[in-house]
C-alpha cells in the first residue's frame, strides 16, 4: 500500500527524484537530504509501512542483508572507517518521517558527528526485573 501524503512513498515510487544509489522491487536507497556525514543514505521500502513493527515480513527479511550490502559500497567507495547504521521508530526515538526507512551513516575516525546518550545504571536486582518484564511480554 502507498500512502498518499507520504513523501517517502512518493520519493521510493519515483514520483518525487531523488539521488538514488540501488534499486529493487521492494526497496529504493537513496541519499539523505541533510547529511550527518557526506555519503549518508536511507533504505526506504517502496511499499508503506509507519515503522518496524508494521515493516512487511518480505521487507524485514531482506532489509538487513541489504544494509551489509549498501555499506560494504559505502565503505569502499567513500574510504570511511565505520558506519552506523540506525533506524527511529516513534516521535520520543527520534523518528520525524513516518514512513519506516535506516539510516546508513558513513563515519571517520576524526569527524565530530556524535549520536550520543547518557548512560544509567541498575539498582541491585532491578536488571534482572526489567530482563524478566521483557522476556515475559515476548511469550
Ligand atoms: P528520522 O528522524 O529517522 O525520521 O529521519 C528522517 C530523515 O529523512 C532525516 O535524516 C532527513 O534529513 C531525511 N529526509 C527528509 N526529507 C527528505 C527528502 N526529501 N529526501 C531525502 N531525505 C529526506
Ligand atoms: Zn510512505
Not at 54 to 70: C, D, I, P, Q, W
Amino acid at each position: 500500500m502507498k500512502k498518499d501524503d507520504c513523501i517517502f512513498c512518493k520519493i521510493a515510487n519515483g514520483e518525487i527524484p531523488s539521488a538514488t544509489v540501488y534499486e529493487d522491487e521492494l526497496f529504493r536507497v537513496i541519499l539523505d537530504i541533510a547529511p550527518a556525514v557526506k555519503g549518508h543514505a536511507l533504505i526506504l521500502p517502496k511499499e508503506h509501512y509507519d515503522n518496524l513493527w508494521a515493516l512487511g515480513k518480505e521487507e524485514s527479511e531482506r532489509v538487513m542483508n541489504l544494509a551489509a550490502k549498501v555499506s560494504e559500497a559505502q565503505k569502499k567507495a567513500l574510504g570511511c572507517d565505520g558506519i552506523n547504521l540506525l533506524q527511529n521508530n516513534g516521535v520520543a526515538a527520534g523518528q520525524t518521517v513516518f514512513h519506516f526507512h535506516m539510516h546508513l551513516i558513513p563515519r571517520y575516525d576524526d569527524d565530530k558527528v556524535t549520536i550520543p546518550w547518557n548512560t544509567l545504571s541498575y539498582a541491585e536486582g532491578e536488571a534482572a526485573k526489567v530482563c524478566e518484564t521483557i522476556k515475559a511480554a515476548m511469550q
